[in-house]
């Protein structure tokens, strides 16, 4: 044989083949269902250490502080029972005598949502509150309030693409939906929500729930009308401390405002 040439086995390597396939069966075979179960323990020792490692402070405050904010997302049914409470809270708003029929009440994403149409809060290209209409969003607050008075509250304002009629008054839709929402966040203040729990947000046509117009470009009045609409959105307390320096970017989550 020269140098540098190798032996050519022709059915020993077969034979090889075959008993290392089985061998890799028969140990496939014996894993059994208890690999899944290793699995996750590896996972969870993982996740341990490196909550360990950012607890690596002998400061006792930060360490209780960093375990108040782990065990809030390990509280079970928290957030099924937050959702429970909100529905709960909109049932009792869409039972009011003068609300039935007028609101549209949902929840979404542990967000109580209420939506009017603003043809029944204001008069046209109007931004004052109807006064008939007052003592309905009154009664609404008062609900809100009785229930937890450290709720956050959001007030959208939503206008259609109808250029407007009164530049003399107001010079865009996105001054009119801002001042609507204002009017009713005014509101919410007068019966005790402080100002911090607050945030009024105008969206102009921005944000609309229905096409305006037809592929034709014709309008669509009751579209339009779905589009003109106030939205008030109930959102769980906060502690004081995460809205003391408070901005829009610290009060709500990015979901949560950009949430329709």
Excluded at 94 to 111: C, F, I, T, W
Excluded at 196 to 225: C, F
């Amino acid at each position: 044989m020269a140098h540098g040439e190798f032996p050519i086995l022709a059915h020993p390597v077969r034979v090889k083949k075959q008993k290392k396939h089985a061998s890799h069966e028969e140990a496939h075979e014996g894993e059994g269902p208890w690999i899944v179960s290793y699995a996750d323990m590896m996972t969870l020792l993982f996740c341990f250490f490196v909550i360990m490692t950012s607890f690596a402070s002998f400061d006792p405050v930060v360490v209780a502080k960093k375990s108040a904010q782990v065990a809030e997302h390990f509280v079970p049914g928290k957030e099924d029972a937050e959702k429970k409470q909100m529905e709960g809270l909109g049932m009792e708003i869409a039972g009011l005598p003068n609300l039935k029929g007028v609101a549209q009440v949902m929840v979404k994403d542990s967000q109580l949502q209420i939506v009017f149409s603003s043809s029944i809060m204001f008069d046209q290209g109007a931004v004052d509150l109807k006064p008939a209409f007052i003592k309905n969003v009154d009664a609404m607050i008062g609900l809100i309030k009785s229930k937890n008075p450290d709720y956050r509250v959001i007030i959208e304002g939503h206008t259609d693409n109808s250029p407007l009629t009164n530049k003399e008054d107001f010079r865009s839709n996105w001054e009119v939906s801002s001042s609507r929402a204002a009017a009713v966040v005014e509101r919410f203040e007068f019966y005790g929500f402080k100002g911090k729990q607050l945030v009024s947000v105008g969206y102009g046509d921005t944000r609309p729930v229905a096409d305006n117009e037809d592929k034709h470009g014709n309008p669509i009045p009751e579209n339009r009308m779905l589009n003109r609409r106030v939205v008030v959105k109930i959102l769980k307390p906060l502690k004081s401390s995460k809205i003391k320096n408070l901005g829009i970017d610290s009060y709500f989550d990015e979901s949560e405002i950009l949430t329709k």
